[in-house]
């Protein structure tokens, strides 16, 4: 298993496709610090305006933490369409270049090669994450500096103090992470329908989207499924950055996570034990 799962990330990293997802998440980050650095002050002023008419507010309050969190919200529901370019084209590029009976030929079982195919593709969404961390937040603290962060909601004006802020972001990533493990699972699932990648990797791209929209649909038609959507619950990190912290909201979002991550990959696996490879 180690020695396929060696093979499987070095296919992984030498496609010029897997760094494309890093390349997107540094621009976007980028442009955006670049944004705050021009007009980060009235943006802040504006975004405040109806918040500093009741609260004296001094201090660093356009700072590296508000920065990544920005940031974060903007790519956070992006990044699922980065994750299916390598999880998308695990089992269906085997296929699709003949090499899937060549693999299956030596002595590994279809169970033990879609599970090093999912360890390959955890671990480049664990290095795209850890990759959106250096760049999203740590770069953010190097250009603006540290200071409170101001989280405002829609119905809450929530502050935390700066020594109280890392260990959310450590957690916020973490859960991320999960969410985008989930995603690998589905796209490896399709991807085992598919003898070629750009079906599973269109298909995943198309239902986070339809999801996500209907995740966000304040209807009551809809309010019946929500709960049960994993893309409700990819947002769990959010949580994080409230005080209180919602610990039961986000350890039910977590949990639904981890549920559909196994179905997705119970199913791949009693599929692919079932294929016909042949033909």
């Known amino acids: 298993m180690i ?15 897997t760094y494309i997802s890093f390349a997107i998440v540094t621009a976007i980050s980028f442009i955006i ?19 500093s008419e009741q609260f004296d507010i001094h201090g660093n309050v356009l700072n590296g933490y508000l920065i990544a969190y920005i940031i974060l919200q903007s790519l956070l529901m992006q990044i699922p369409l980065l994750v299916a370019l390598v999880a998308g084209d695990s089992l269906a590029g085997e296929a699709g270049m003949g090499t899937l009976r060549l693999l299956l030929s030596k002595p590994v079982s279809r169970m033990q090669l879609v599970l090093v195919k999912f360890m390959g593709s955890f671990i480049y969404t664990l290095l795209l994450i850890i990759w959106l961390a250096i760049i999203a937040l740590f770069l953010s603290l190097l250009l603006f500096g540290q200071g409170d962060m101001i989280n405002l909601k829609s119905d809450a004006f929530i502050l935390l103090l700066k020594d109280d802020i890392m260990w959310r972001y450590a957690a916020a990533f973490a859960f991320a992470m999960l969410a985008m493990t989930t995603i690998a699972s589905m796209s490896i699932l399709l991807s085992a329908f598919a003898d070629n990648s750009i079906g599973p990797i269109m298909t995943t791209m198309g239902i986070v989207v339809v999801l996500t929209i209907l995740s966000n649909l304040e209807l009551p038609l809809f309010s019946l499924v929500k709960p049960y959507l994993f893309t ?4 769990g990190w959010k949580g994080f950055f409230d005080d209180p912290v919602p610990y039961a909201a986000i350890g039910k979002s977590a949990f639904v996570l981890v549920a559909y991550t196994l179905i997705f990959l119970t199913a791949t696996i009693l599929y692919f034990n079932r294929k016909d490879i042949k033909s």
Do not use: N, W
């Not at 093979?7 to 496609?15: A, G, M, N, Q, T």
């Not at 980060?40 to 002023?45: D, L, M, N, P, W």
């Not at 409700?232 to 947002?235: A, C, G, L, N």
């Open 3 to 17: 020695q396929l799962l060696r093979i499987e990330l070095y296919k992984i990293f030498k496609r010029p496709r």
């Open 232 to 235: 409700t619950h990819m947002i």
């Open 33 to 51: 610090q670049l944004a705050m650095i021009s007009d980060g002050k009235s943006f802040i002023a504006f975004a405040l305006q109806g918040v």
